[in-house]
T-cell receptor
Framework: AQSVAQPEDQVNVAEGNPLTVKCTYS??????LFWYVQYPNRGLQFLLK??????LVKGSYGFEAEFNKSQTSFHLKKPSALVSDSALYFCAVREGSNDYKLSFGAGTTVTVRA | EAQVTQNPRYLITVTGKKLTVTCSQN?????MSWYRQDPGLGLRQIYYSMNVEVTDKGDVPEGYKVSRKEKRNFPLILESPSPNQTSLYFC????????????FGQGTRLTVV
């Protein structure tokens, strides 16, 4: 069975500081990993994904994530956070190429203070 | 514009009164699914559909039904809603390739009293 853990319920950072949102996963095969963001009263928006290849993937709004197979992690990062990055972030995993099901973490609320 | 449309956005109903939440996508996606979002639990899959007339249970299917008579539509049916089904519901669709991202609707906030 596949699963995702987001160990931090909340992350608070000052505007201009680096932002990191942590994610670890568990799958029996090759992982396909995704990050989504949810703004208040909105649906989930896709940020970026790792399927194969370069371990560092870049996505929307200046976000990037690093896939680490040995640590089974896929942390989301942004070098300089903006107040507008305040939102709820979800990490999700699919198990390889044979399963369409997305398993989500519990979510991390990011607050960027001015 | 490519989108997944859910209706209604907000719904308050009483226990036992049947309701349907509609979901429609305009991207010709084969795969569609329903999730519920509860605080501290993330999103949990209720039902999914691989294509027309092909549906299957997700992680939390009890109390829900779905149908897929047309490729674009995937309604969620609560035949006898109960208060523990009060939640935020999302419909999602994607191509039938596992390396593509899912597109989500705006959500339906359901309250059962």
């Amino acid at each position: 069975a596949q699963s995702v853990a987001q160990p931090e319920d909340q992350v608070n950072v000052a505007e201009g500081n680096p932002l990191t949102v942590k994610c670890t996963y568990s799958v029996s095969g090759n992982p396909y990993l995704f990050w989504y963001v949810q703004y208040p009263n909105r649906g989930l928006q896709f940020l970026l994904k790792y399927i194969t290849g370069d371990n560092l993937v870049k996505g929307s709004y200046g976000f990037e994530a690093e896939f680490n197979k040995s640590q089974t992690s896929f942390h989301l990062k942004k070098p300089s956070a903006l107040v507008s990055d305040s939102a709820l972030y979800f990490c999700a995993v699919r198990e390889g190429s044979n399963d369409y099901k997305l398993s989500f973490g519990a979510g991390t609320t990011v607050t960027v203070r001015a | 514009e490519a989108q997944v449309t859910q209706n209604p956005r907000y719904l308050i109903t009483v226990t036992g009164k049947k309701l349907t939440v509609t979901c429609s996508q305009n991207m010709n996606h084969e795969y569609m699914s329903w999730y519920r979002q509860d605080p501290g639990l993330g999103l949990r899959q209720i039902y999914y559909s691989m294509n027309v007339e092909v549906t299957d249970k997700g992680d939390v299917p009890e109390g829900y039904k779905v149908s897929r008579k047309e490729k674009r539509n995937f309604p969620l049916i609560l035949e006898s809603p109960s208060p523990n089904q009060t939640s935020l519901y999302f419909c999602a669709s994607s191509l039938s390739t596992t390396n593509t991202e899912a597109f989500f609707g705006q959500g339906t906030r359901l309250t059962v009293v």
